[in-house]
């Protein structure tokens, strides 16, 4: 079975920002950017609020080895039923396996800026150097890389 | 080489959970740690686990799709409070095929919650629903031809 796994994570108005934080974390580039006042309307469809028109509908930025994830605003439920309220869970975390501690210990810091660090970067039992740690945007990580140095 | 993966924490039934997911990818759990099988350093002096707590998932792993590391663990409150099941993060899948997405679809959403059944979204062949143990899940395939 063949495929490809991406992430998908969706923000309450703070989508652009995060794009802009992690392409300058990882290095890469907005690979596309599309906001909710690009969709076409239909006859009849009730005028969009300027407030949800510069929200980004859907976007990517690629990170750690060219993982596409694609990031999104979805608007104030308030607004339209139709929106979904966004639940920040704690039940998925993003894990970066990184070729080296050095590479580790520099997506850590650039990560972790303004955000929460769970668990600093270290030695672990099972022999990998690993920390985890809570982003700015709420999104969560663990680096852990089998590497020596 | 760098690689991504996936981490889903579960209200304690990460077991079950995992055996459902390597059914629906093919595949096979890698391996199985549970929290009694860890003796902390020097914690003798700690409190005693309770042998219920010894039972869960410590980390459980699998690759989907060929190399996509997906690990699983039962979260402990005592670690870092309750667990919130949240709708911010989805695993996307792309596969091969319109065919094989309706497959994969059937089997992964059976029980769950389908926001967006596999259909022809405009950008796309999409589908977008949480499975029955609170995972977010979305499908798409490019449209060619």
């Known amino acids: 079975m063949a495929g490809q796994v991406q992430t998908y994570l969706t923000f309450t108005g703070r989508a652009e920002e995060a794009l802009n934080f992690y392409a300058g974390v990882f290095g890469s580039n907005i690979e596309s950017i599309m906001r909710w006042g690009d969709m076409p309307t239909a006859e009849g469809d009730a005028p969009m609020p300027d407030e949800v028109k510069n929200l980004v509908m859907n976007s990517q930025v690629l990170i750690l080895g060219g ?83 | 080489m760098a690689s991504v993966g996936t981490y889903l924490n579960f209200d304690g039934n990460a077991e079950e959970v995992m055996t459902f997911y390597a059914g629906v990818f093919d595949t096979q759990i890698m391996s199985i740690m549970r929290y009694g099988d860890f003796q902390m350093e020097g914690a003798e002096s700690g409190p005693e686990m309770s042998d219920e707590a010894k039972a869960k998932i410590m980390n459980s792993q699998m690759l989907i799709f ?80």
Do not use: C
């Open chain 1, 67 to 149: 993982h596409p994830v694609m990031i999104a605003d979805m608007p104030d439920a308030a607004l339209d039923e139709a929106f979904e309220p966004v639940v920040v869970g704690n039940n998925v975390t993003i894990v970066l396996s990184p070729a080296s501690r050095t590479e580790a210990d520099e997506l850590f810091a650039a990560l972790s800026a303004d955000g929460k660090v769970r668990m600093p970067m270290a030695e672990m039992f099972w022999g990998d150097y690993y920390g985890e740690l809570t982003d700015k945007f709420g999104v969560r990580w663990m680096i852990d890389t089998p590497a020596k140095k």
């Open chain 2, 66 to 145: 060929g190399d996509y590391l997906l690990q699983a663990s039962d979260h402990l409150a005592e670690f870092g409070g309750p667990l919130v099941q949240g709708n911010n993060t989805a695993i996307v899948l792309m596969t091969d095929s319109t065919a094989e997405t309706d497959r994969l679809f059937a089997l992964l959403s059976d029980g769950g919650t389908v926001r967006f059944a596999p259909a022809n979204a405009g950008f796309g062949y999409f589908a977008d629903f949480t499975d029955k143990f609170g995972t977010n899940w979305m499908f798409y395939n490019t449209l060619e031809g």
